[in-house]
């Protein structure tokens, strides 16, 4: 890990040259207390007391929390809210210090459409089964607005995010898949588009892959369990476009077409938490090619975005510059 590179990245923020689009959703971390419950006259059942509650951006918000968290401000976000009161806060979260980007974040009031939520129970800091709300496709009527919304601010951007979280999320319509490849089409070399994504990972040719071990082994052999240095090669050879595939507390690969490069994970021994950690490496990736710099280097910035937040318990963590610098090794 070159740390004259990571503080050259850290110095040279680029500001309002990242976009996000995606499934933006609310995690919401609830502190369960079972011992304070109370018999329910309506019901006869105890209840389950919540003695605090915490919301932070999840999914494509997340990426912007990081991306914040790198002391990026200026992000436009293309992705669609609810108008419930999870979906109220969330868009003031993303636009509310961003009015002008307003435009992208499309509020859909169909009483069937509901925010994306995440809700996470925390007995004694221990996770429980998760409740979920939201996961509701968008009408193609829906989407075109907002892509129409997204190509008038495109030009202004070097990287564009693409997320994908949600099986029924905006990449579900084949509307909306082959609008957005156009889109891409039309951008490319202009704007390089990292896709972070679970499904559809083929949708979109000309953009950055950034996947995980298992998925790129699915997409290369269509099964699990295949090595990222054979399953990264596949997949550049098969698309021709250059991809990152990150393989946990390893590492990561890095495909160009000029060679592979892996980078090695920052060592770690305490209590970690990898929810969100991922993201943090996409913010990470992201900034760095928005900044200027290789792919390898941008990986290698990612990296340490990850390596901070698997530290942070029991959140969705974001790194900040100077928790950056006191990690590397």
């Not at 193609?140 to 008038?152: G, I, N, V």
């Amino acid at each position: 890990m070159d740390k004259k590179v990571i503080e050259n990245l850290l110095g040279n923020v680029p500001q309002g040259k990242i976009g996000v689009i995606g499934d933006f959703c609310t995690d919401v971390y609830w502190d369960i207390r079972p011992e304070k419950g109370e018999i329910s006259l309506e019901t006869g059942l105890t209840t389950i007391p919540v003695t605090s509650a915490r919301y932070s951006p999840g999914g494509a918000g997340n990426i912007v929390a990081n991306l914040r968290g790198l002391l990026v401000e200026k992000i436009p976000c293309a992705g669609a809210l609810g108008c419930d009161p999870f979906g109220v806060w969330m868009r003031n979260e993303l636009i509310g210090r961003t009015p002008e980007y307003a435009g992208t974040l499309l509020a859909v009031s169909r009483r069937d459409y509901h925010t994306p939520v995440y809700c996470k129970p925390l007995l004694k800091s221990v996770e429980q089964s998760r409740i979920d709300l939201g996961n509701t496709p968008l009408a193609a009527a829906e989407t075109d607005m907002m892509l129409d919304e997204l190509e008038k601010l495109l030009p202004q951007l070097k990287v564009l995010i693409v997320n994908g979280q949600l099986a029924c999320g905006i990449h579900h319509g084949t509307e909306f898949r082959e609008r957005f490849a156009a889109v891409i089409k039309k951008f490319v070399p202009q704007i390089k588009f990292v896709f972070d994504g679970r499904d559809y990972l083929d949708a979109y040719p000309g953009v950055t892959l950034k996947i995980n071990a298992s998925a790129a082994s699915g997409l290369a052999f269509g099964k699990a369990g295949y090595p990222p240095e054979e399953s990264g090669k596949v997949i550049l050879e098969r698309t021709g476009d250059e991809l990152v595939i990150t393989d946990g507390e390893n590492g990561c690969y890095v495909f160009e077409k000029s060679g592979t490069t892996f980078i090695p994970a920052i060592r770690y021994d305490g209590p970690v938490d990898t929810v969100g950690a991922g993201d943090s490496f996409t913010a990470g990736f992201a900034y760095g090619l928005a900044a200027g710099a290789s792919m390898v280097d941008s990986a290698a910035f990612g990296t340490c975005c990850s390596a901070v937040t698997i530290r942070k318990l029991n959140q969705t963590g974001a790194p900040s510059p100077e928790e950056i610098r006191q990690i590397l090794p």
